[in-house]
T-cell receptor
Framework: AQSVTQLGSHVSVSEGALVLLRCNYSSSVPPYLFWYVQYPNQGLQLLLKYTTGATLVKGINGFEAEFKKSETSFHLTKPSAHMSDAAEYFCAVSDGLRGGSQGNLIFGKGTKLSVKP | KAGVTQTPRYLIKTRGQQVTLSCSPISGHRSVSWYQQTPGQGLQFLFEYFSETQRNKGNFPGRFSGRQFSNSRSEMNVSTLELGDSALYLC????????????FGPGTRLTVL
């Protein structure tokens, strides 16, 4: 069965500092990996995704993530935090219907990012 | 292109009642998935519909059901509401199915009193 672990339910950084949000996954087949962001009282917005190919994935708003198969990780980074980055971030995994399984998204518990001025 | 729309945005019901939530996917998308989000359990998959057929189902009781119409619009129904059904219900649509990126609507906030 697939699963996602996000280390740290709350992360606080200063404006301009590096943002690092950690995600580890478990999957029996090559995974599709996603990062979504959720602002208060809103739905989920896709930041970036990895399916196949280049392991360093660039997304919107300056975010990027690197797929490391050996570490089963897909950590999200941004070189310089902005106040507008304050939100909750979710890592998700899907097997994309391979291996006869379901293909629905399995989410981590989320990480709330606070950005201090 | 218009995004995923969900109606209503907010609902208040009492225990024992039933409720129907609606989701209109992005034009051209044939797959609609539903998720429940609560502070305790996080985001959990309810079910997915593709071309009017339920393709996948999560681990929820039979009180939770859904359907999809020929225009890909989807509804989910919860019968005999319980306090624990209070949650944000999110709908997501994708093109060819779950292998494609899922785009989420703003959600329906259901409160059960």
């Amino acid at each position: 069965a697939q699963s996602v672990t996000q280390l740290g339910s709350h992360v606080s950084v200063s404006e301009g500092a590096l943002v690092l949000l950690r995600c580890n996954y478990s999957s029996s087949v090559p995974p599709y990996l996603f990062w979504y962001v959720q602002y208060p009282n809103q739905g989920l917005q896709l930041l970036l995704k990895y399916t196949t190919g280049a392991t360093l994935v660039k997304g919107i708003n300056g975010f990027e993530a690197e797929f490391k198969k050996s570490e089963t990780s897909f950590h999200l980074t941004k070189p310089s935090a902005h106040m507008s980055d304050a939100a909750e971030y979710f890592c998700a995994v899907s097997d994309g219907l391979r291996g006869g399984s379901q293909g629905n998204l399995i989410f981590g518990k989320g990480t709330k990012l606070s950005v201090k001025p | 292109k218009a995004g995923v729309t969900q109606t209503p945005r907010y609902l208040i019901k009492t225990r024992g009642q039933q409720v129907t939530l609606s989701c209109s996917p992005i034009s051209g998308h044939r797959s609609v998935s539903w998720y429940q989000q609560t502070p305790g359990q996080g985001l959990q998959f309810l079910f997915e519909y593709f071309s009017e057929t339920q393709r996948n189902k999560g681990n929820f009781p039979g009180r939770f059901s859904g359907r999809q119409f020929s225009n890909s619009r989807s509804e989910m129904n919860v019968s005999t509401l319980e306090l624990g059904d209070s949650a944000l219900y999110l709908c997501a649509s994708s093109g060819q199915g779950s292998t494609d990126t899922q785009y989420f609507g703003p959600g329906t906030r259901l409160t059960v009193l």
